[in-house]
């Protein structure tokens, strides 16, 4: 709050500086240190090897995704459930636009999406079932 705020424009601001204890626990450069000239390629060459494996990865991702959707169409009211949706499908979502799978990440994003709103379609799916029956 300002001086301002309270009426007493003399009021300043104290500045607190904490001492600084994390620079005197870690050292920079050693025979641990990490070596920073590397590092990049070391990254790339990780990141590499994972998007080649990526699509094995994905059936796996794929399988817990289609079981957890098998639950929610059985028992759509059931949130834990719905969360299981969610949570499978923002992982392959987020794995697949991380290794350029533009289309997988597309699917998965609308499954997120729909675990979200089945509740509400199953309803009013069922209103219009109930509707239609009534002609």
């Known amino acids: 709050m300002s001086g301002a705020d309270n009426g007493d424009a003399d ?4 500045v607190i500086k904490p001492p600084d204890t994390l620079s005197k626990r870690v050292k920079i450069g050693g025979p641990n240190a990490v ?4 590092l990049a390629d ?4 990780f990141i590499d090897n994972v998007a080649a494996n990526y699509l094995a990865y994905f059936k796996e991702d794929l399988k817990v995704l289609s079981v957890a959707f098998a639950k929610l169409k059985g028992a759509p009211d059931n949130s834990e459930i719905r969360e299981e949706v969610f949570t499978a499908a923002h992982d392959i979502k987020g794995q697949a636009g991380s290794f350029g799978y533009d289309l ?3 699917m998965a994003n609308t499954y997120a999406g729909l ?6 379609l199953r309803k009013s799916t069922l209103r219009s ?5 009534r002609r």
């Not at 070596?35 to 590397?38: E, R, V």
């Not at 675990?115 to 509400?120: D, E, L, N, T, Y």
């Not at 079932?129 to 029956?133: A, D, E, I």
């Open 104 to 106: 997988i990440t597309d």
């Open 115 to 120: 675990s979200k709103s089945f509740r509400q």
């Open 11 to 14: 009021q300043r601001f104290e």
């Open 42 to 45: 070391s990254d790339a060459s």
């Open 129 to 133: 079932s109930v509707f239609m029956s």
């Open 35 to 38: 070596k920073l000239d590397g």
